[in-house]
């Protein structure tokens, strides 16, 4: 089945400055790529979605960039503010499982320091 | 618009007793449901799909006979964790397909279970 990596697990950056986090698939099929954010203790929020038929995508302050022949894709979130600090998950969808279920990655932990 | 709500929001009950949750979507009608389950500094790990009037699909090794689902109409799905033990102490979190979409699911703001 699908597995998802996400690196870095943990990050910190600077008010103001850039964060990247990457995440890998194993599956070729996978055709969805979203990426949530959860704060503790609350639901995840879809910030930004990618499908596999276009190289990158960009709303305001985040971004994401899919390779499909490498399997990787990437958040990146510029300027970011103390309110962007929470857990990042990517996922990807195969079309060809049932139901499209959608499988996660094992989170990044962003701290945003004022 | 598309928003999903969990009851309980939390729940302790003791070791051997069986938890109900339900998971209804309030302004559309989803065939498709999922449920997860997340420890503490862990990502959603998928326990099992749920399809309005059909058996549920389960993931390996989540065991069907000890997570109960039911999902009943287009709006309602649940989970019944049966003879619950304090290792079942998760946060358990259902999302909802709208009917027409594909890969997109709106989430639940989750139930915290512990089991004593």
């Known amino acids: 089945g699908e597995n998802v990596e996400q690196h870095p697990s943990t990050l910190s950056v600077q008010e103001g400055d850039s964060a990247v986090i990457k995440c890998t698939y194993s599956d070729s099929a996978s055709n969805y790529f979203p990426w949530y954010k959860q704060e503790l203790g609350k639901r995840p929020q879809l910030i930004i979605d990618i499908r596999s038929n276009v190289g990158e995508k960009k709303d305001q302050r985040i971004a994401v960039t899919l390779n499909k022949t490498a399997k990787h894709f990437s958040l990146h979130i510029t300027e970011t503010q103390p309110e962007d600090s929470a857990v990042y998950f990517c996922?990807?969808?195969?079309?060809?499982?049932?139901?499209?279920?959608?499988?996660f990655g094992p989170g990044t932990s962003l701290s945003v320091i004022p | 618009g598309a928003v999903v709500s969990q009851h309980p929001s939390w729940v302790i009950c003791k070791s051997g007793t069986s938890v109900k949750i339900e998971c209804r979507s309030l302004?559309?009608?989803?065939?498709?449901m999922f449920w997860y389950r997340q420890f503490p500094k862990q990502s959603l790990m998928l326990m099992a799909t749920?399809?309005?009037?059909?058996?549920?699909?389960?993931e390996q090794g989540v065991e069907k006979d000890k997570f109960l689902i039911n999902h009943a109409s287009l709006t309602l799905s649940t989970l019944t964790v049966t003879s619950a033990h304090p290792e079942d102490s998760s946060f358990y979190i259902c999302?909802?397909?709208?009917?027409?979409?594909?890969?997109?699911?709106?989430f639940g703001p989750g139930t915290r279970l512990t089991v004593l």
């Open positions: 302004d559309f009608q989803a065939t498709t």
């Open positions: 999302s909802a397909r709208p009917i027409g979409l594909y890969n997109e699911q709106f």
């Open positions: 996922a990807a969808s195969n079309p060809r499982t049932s139901y499209d279920k959608v499988i």
């Open positions: 749920s399809n309005e009037g059909s058996k549920a699909t389960y």
